[in-house]
């Protein structure tokens, strides 16, 4: 029987977490990490950053999905909207260099 909240991936049990943008469960290792630091969106892809954390696919149609339901002040529990203007240049940074950053 598998476990609540794990997937077998690779042989192991991963721990899995929800796209804010695209609502799909997956491993999080597939997703970007974000916190929101003074009302901004800040990417952590070490996953070192303090504070609550969100999780979204690096895709900018998993962003768009995320800012049109508003998902981000839900996720971090703030009121108001958060400036993504550097997760969406950190995105297309990460799509011109080929996905490896």
């Known amino acids: 029987m598998r476990r609540q909240g794990k997937l077998e991936y690779g042989g192991q049990a991963a721990p899995l977490r929800t796209c804010v943008g695209c609502r799909v469960r997956t491993v999080?290792?597939?997703?970007?990490?974000?916190?929101?630091?003074?009302?901004?969106?800040?990417?952590d892809p070490r996953r070192r950053l303090p504070g609550r954390g969100a999780s979204?696919?690096?895709?900018?149609?998993?962003?768009?999905?995320?800012e049109r339901r508003r998902?981000?002040?839900?996720?971090?529990r703030v009121a108001g909207p958060l400036d993504s203007t550097r997760l969406r240049a950190y995105l297309e940074e990460r799509d011109d260099a080929g996905g490896t950053a």
């Open 71 to 76: 998902a981000f002040p839900r996720a971090f």
């Open 56 to 66: 979204l696919h690096p895709a900018q149609g998993c962003l768009e999905l995320a």
């Open 28 to 43: 999080k290792s597939e997703l970007l990490r974000l916190v929101a630091v003074e009302g901004v969106l800040v990417p």
